[in-house]
């Protein structure tokens, strides 16, 4: 007889098979799913994991904006503060974190009340920065906050505008602290810029000539310590003026600068001589010759940096 799939005794067989194949079906997704739980909870694991090890690099800054204050007579900055926080604060601990409108309130208060108006723009920083880092800041809750135990670096730009004590040259003065268990390691580094200076060198020239140094540590304010920028100005001025070497490139040129600046002794104020290469750990001259210097068709740069050795 030919075999039918519909006849009643086959479709017993038929029903049983399909049985069998769902009960099949069912143990299989029994049996693995405790397999599938293990790997969702082990990926679940590597990612709290993951979370619990990661390291943040949290920081935060704010700007003064021409400033107006009296130092050295009537001066107008900007002024930048930055501060790195410790990787080991927790973000759901939030005590721990500054009240920027208290930090403005004590730098505004500090400046306002310095009580050494004739102390280089560099000293009045380094101390503005120590003070931050040693005293405690009220914060609006009544409570105090203590800079060095919440920042691993603390760092204080002061742009000095030009016209500032009237000086038309622009300075800058750059202060990083960072707390550590010995005290606190300062970096202290100056800087000016004059700003389209005419010089005669491989004919006429215009240039913007950037000085920028870095200071050994300095121990207290002695000033004899800071050079007073004015009287580098003036030696960099002049030996501009009296190269003896016209067709020099401006490379050489530039060399023999730093060379001199890291060789020679400065006049200062006090009527004595500054050594730069005793009080400074590098010097660095940047020397912008602008469009059609030297009857040249493009604007260049070149860069020394010199370092003194012992």
């Known amino acids: 007889m030919k075999y039918n799939p519909f006849h009643l005794g086959n479709h017993r067989c038929w029903n049983r098979l399909v049985i069998m194949m769902m009960i099949s079906i069912v143990t299989a997704i029994i049996i693995t799913h405790p397999v599938i739980n293990t790997i969702t909870d082990l990926d679940l694991a590597k990612t709290v994991s993951l979370n619990s090890s990661m390291n943040f690099d949290n920081s935060w800054s704010f700007k003064l904006d021409n400033y107006t204050i009296e130092h050295q007579g009537i001066g107008v900055i900007d002024l930048t503060v930055t501060y790195d926080y410790r990787d080991d604060l927790m973000p759901d601990h939030p005590w721990q974190y500054l009240e920027i409108q208290q930090v403005y309130n004590y730098i505004h208060e500090y400046l306002t009340n310095y009580p050494n108006e004739t102390d280089f723009w560099e000293i009045l920083n380094k101390n503005l920065v120590l003070s931050l880092l040693n005293q405690p800041i009220s914060t609006v809750s009544g409570l105090e906050s203590n800079l060095s135990e919440v920042v691993d670096m603390l760092t204080v730009e002061i742009n000095v505008l030009p016209g500032s004590s009237d000086i038309l040259i622009p300075r800058t003065t750059i202060v990083l602290g960072s707390p550590t268990p010995e005290g606190i390691v300062l970096n202290e580094s100056w800087m000016f810029t004059l700003e389209d200076y005419p010089v005669e060198h491989q004919g006429d020239a215009t240039i913007d000539l950037t000085v920028s140094y870095d200071y050994v540590d300095a121990t207290d304010n002695n000033q004899l310590q800071y050079p007073e920028f004015m009287q580098i100005y003036n030696y960099i001025a002049s030996f501009i ?38 009080i400074l750990d590098s010097v660095s001259v940047t020397i912008d010759i602008m469009y059609g210097s030297s009857k040249t068709s493009t604007s260049h740069s070149i860069s020394v940096n010199g370092r003194p050795t012992v």
């Open 241 to 278: 003026r009296h190269y003896p070497n016209e067709t020099d490139s401006w490379e050489v040129l530039n060399e023999n600068l730093v060379m001199e600046l890291l060789t020679q002794t400065i006049p200062n104020v006090f009527g004595s001589e500054y050594r730069l290469a005793e």
